[in-house]
């Protein structure tokens, strides 16, 4: 899948006048970044709860606050969107974002789902505006590290990650119908993609809840990707499950024919084979800080940060098509899923519908896998 250019910022030397939309607590860990960084500067917030804008923006000397996008940006002289609602607000958000010539920085996922996201990357096409969507981990530099000792470990066989945790969140995770599917998997699932420099060609998985789960819908799940090149990537985890848990980024190991690397997903990875040297440290911020920094790198310098909407689109491909293969009881081709996406995509679209018709949603690799 091609990426268009979008278009860059000038590189003034001002910070990037960024608006927040989502209050919640989400959007308060991204208040504390934005806070932080020297290369932005928030100048208003949105939330459907006036009060909830309102408390957000306080303390920020001339960031306007309100419960209307379009009024906000134009009041506040915005020149990025952040968009940190629920998963069900990012295509209205984004399209409306878009739409007013706005570049925008998404929580991951990019969208509820992947025909909504293919909307979206249509979207910013027809803007010529980047949507980046915030993976937050991938900008670990230990995950950066597991991925460089992966290159020296000659073919791959098996990658595998291990995600055991039981958080109470309260709120909409707890009522969703595949809690760790469809609001935590695309974390691994993007890194997998990462770390093995490879796309899902199919995936067969199983789902189910505890008995003791407090979630209403399957809160533990095992997922086998084929990938391209012929590796596989298995992903086992559950989020009700007390007691030796795992970091939040899981725990990895990744086979091949010359030996063997792991990672607890907080320290830094171990290898099989003699060390390498130690990179130096960039001073790259992680986490969400360090998707901050990559948008705002790229609206200044015109590259295409990872995370942009057509490159992501196949980690949320990985998670739908695994949903898919839950809930039939059958191995799903991710080429088959993306041209269904497609066609529902296209039947819902809006004034993207042109871009979006001409938006080939298969990546050259996947284009003879059906």
Sequence with gaps: MSVPRFRALPADGDP?????????????????????????????????????????????????????????????????????????????????????GLPVLGEKPAAASVAEALRLAAAAELAGQLFMVSQSRSHDRHLRRFRDQARRLGPLGVLTTEFFLAPRFGGFRDAMAHPLLLD?????????????????????????????????????????FEMTGGVRYVYTGSWCSPGLETSWNGGWRLSGAH????????????????????????????????????FVHALRTGTTPRGEIHENLLSLAMVDAAVLSARTDRRVLVAELLADAHREALAAAGPERAALAALAPLPPGLAGRR
Aim: charged residues 10%.
């Design 16 to 100: 990037l006048r960024v608006l927040l939309v989502g209050a919640g607590g989400m959007g308060r860990a991204w208040l504390g970044a934005v806070a932080a960084s020297p290369d932005v500067t928030l100048v208003g917030v949105v939330d459907l709860d006036p009060d909830a804008a309102t408390a957000a923006a306080d303390g920020v000397p001339g960031a306007v606050a309100g419960t209307d996008l379009a009024a906000v940006a134009a009041a506040s002289g915005a020149q990025a969107v952040i968009n940190v609602t629920t998963p069900a607000a990012h295509l209205p958000v984004t399209l409306q974002a878009l739409g007013l």
């Design 184 to 224: 935590m998997a695309i974390h691994p699932f993007d890194a997998a993609r990462y770390v093995l420099d490879a796309e899902p060609v199919s995936v067969y998985c199983q789902e189910y809840n505890p008995s003791w789960s407090w979630y209403a819908g399957d809160a533990a799940a095992t997922a086998v």
């Design 259 to 294: 030996g063997t690397a792991t990672w607890d997903g907080e320290g830094p990875p171990l290898s099989s084979l003699d060390p390498a040297p130690e990179p130096a440290d960039d001073g790259a911020p992680g986490g969400i800080a360090g998707a901050l920094a990559a």
